[in-house]
C-alpha cells in the first residue's frame, strides 16, 4: 500500500477498535451474547487494520513480516465470531449453520498453517494453493451475513408496515446487509491488490484506492447501523409515519 493508504487504514482500525469496545460493554450491561461477539470482532478488526498500517513508517521495516503475520491471524478470529453472530441471531437451533461456522474456522486455520508451512508467512500469494483456504474462510462469513440480514430485512419490511416492527430495526438489517456486501467486494478487491504485489512485488496505487473506499464505506454503513446519529434516527421514524398514513 501507498502511505496515505496504510494512515487511511490505520484511522479505520482505530474506529473499528473503538466501536468494538463499546459494543462489548453494551453486551456486558445487557448479558446479551450478540454483542459481545460482534464487539470482539470488530475489535478484532481494528487491531489487525492497525497492525496493517505500521508497515508506513521505517521503525519497523525490520519486523514487517512478522507484523503481516500478526495481523493477518488476527483477522481471521474476527471473521469466525461474524459467523457466529450470524448463527446465533438468524440459525441459531440450525445444524447446518452450526457445522459451517466450524467450517469457516477450520478453512482459516487449514490455510493460514498450510501457508506458513510452505514459508508464505504474508499470506499475499495468490498461487499458494493454501491462500484459496484461507480466502474462503474469510470471506463467506460476510455472504452468508449478507444473505440472512437481506432476508429479514424483506420481512422486516412487511411487520413496519402494520406496525410490528420498529423502523430502526428494519432499518438495521437492511444496513448489516450492505455491511457485509461491502466486505465481500472488499474481498474481492484483494484478489486484485495482491495479484499486482506477486508479479510486481509492491501493492499498486490503484488497487490500495479501491481497497481503501471500500473500507470507508463498511465502516461508515457499520457506524449508521450500529450508532446511528439522531437526525437519521428522526428521519426513519418521520418517513415511517408518511408511510402509515398513506397505508391508513
Known amino acids: 500500500m501507498e502511505g496515505d493508504a496504510y494512515l487511511g487504514e490505520l484511522a479505520v482500525g482505530i474506529v473499528y477498535m473503538l466501536a468494538g469496545a463499546r459494543l462489548v ?6 448479558g446479551e451474547i450478540p454483542e459481545r461477539l460482534l464487539g470482539t470482532s470488530f475489535a478484532l478488526y481494528g487491531i489487525s487494520g492497525a497492525l496493517y498500517s505500521f508497515a508506513v513508517f521505517e521503525v ?6 512478522p507484523i503481516f503475520f500478526a495481523a493477518r491471524v488476527t483477522y481471521i478470529p474476527g471473521t469466525v465470531l461474524v459467523a457466529l453472530f450470524t448463527k446465533r441471531v438468524f440459525r441459531p437451533d440450525e445444524r447446518w449453520a452450526r457445522w459451517l461456522v466450524w467450517c469457516v474456522a477450520a478453512m482459516g486455520a487449514v490455510g493460514v498453517g498450510g501457508s506458513v508451512a510452505i514459508g508464505d508467512w504474508e499470506g499475499f500469494t495468490l498461487s499458494n494453493r493454501w491462500f484459496w ?19 429479514q430485512y424483506l420481512q422486516a419490511r412487511r411487520r413496519v408496515s402494520i406496525g410490528l416492527c420498529e423502523p430502526s430495526v428494519c ?4 444496513l448489516w446487509s450492505l455491511f457485509g456486501a ?5 474481498c474481492v478487491l484483494v484478489l486484485g491488490q495482491y495479484a499486482a504485489y506477486e508479479r510486481e512485488n509492491v501493492f499498486s496505487s490503484t488497487w490500495d484506492l479501491l481497497y481503501s473506499a471500500t473500507s470507508f464505506s463498511a465502516l461508515a454503513v457499520m457506524c449508521i447501523a450500529f450508532f446511528p446519529p439522531r437526525f437519521y ?9 408518511v ?5 391508513e
Open 25 to 30: 460493554l453494551l453486551g456486558v450491561r445487557t
Open 60 to 65: 519497523f521495516s525490520a519486523i514487517e513480516t
Open 133 to 151: 483456504f484461507e480466502w474462503v474462510g474469510y470471506t463467506l462469513p460476510f455472504c452468508w451475513a449478507a444473505a440472512e440480514a437481506f432476508h
Open 171 to 174: 432499518n438495521r438489517m437492511f
Open 182 to 186: 461491502v466486505q465481500f467486494v472488499s
Open 233 to 241: 434516527v428522526r428521519w426513519l421514524n418521520a418517513d415511517s409515519a
Open 243 to 247: 408511510a402509515g398514513s398513506a397505508v
